[in-house]
């Protein structure tokens, strides 16, 4: 079992950065894939990234693409959101999730955290 702690929210401009990190316990991290999805008020939880367990590869939402990256760093047991060019529509709570042995694609995450607010002001 694995347990994750998001951060790394907060309130940013229009246009600005941030990075959201994804810290989990345990010392089978590299054994998970991990997946970004976040919630807006009113909205239903959606897609927003991905990383493998092994090759690390990569899925992204289309209203994503181009401006989040994802990343790992297995040694740190935690997970990346890099966020860029952030948008006013982009504003809601951002949850990891983790599932053993994953693809990294948006669907089959059975661990989550408790999430983290972005809020982005026009």
């Known amino acids: 079992q694995v347990q994750l702690v998001e951060s790394g929210g907060g309130l940013v401009q229009a246009g600005g950065s941030l990075r959201l990190s994804c810290t989990a316990s345990?010392?089978?991290?590299?054994?998970?894939?991990i997946g970004w999805f976040r919630q807006a008020p009113g909205k239903e939880r959606e897609f927003v990234a991905g990383i493998s367990w092994s090759r690390g590869s990569t899925y992204y939402a289309d209203a994503v693409k181009g401006r989040f990256t994802i990343s790992r760093d297995n040694a740190m047991n935690t997970a990346y959101l890099q966020m860029n060019s952030l948008k006013p529509e982009d504003t809601a709570v951002y949850y990891c999730?983790?599932?053993?042995?994953?693809?990294?694609?948006?669907?089959?995450?059975?661990?989550w955290g408790q999430g983290t607010q972005v809020t982005v002001s026009s």
């Open positions: 345990g010392r089978t991290f590299n054994t998970y894939a």
């Open positions: 999730a983790a599932e053993p042995y994953g693809s990294g694609s948006k669907v089959g995450y059975g661990y």
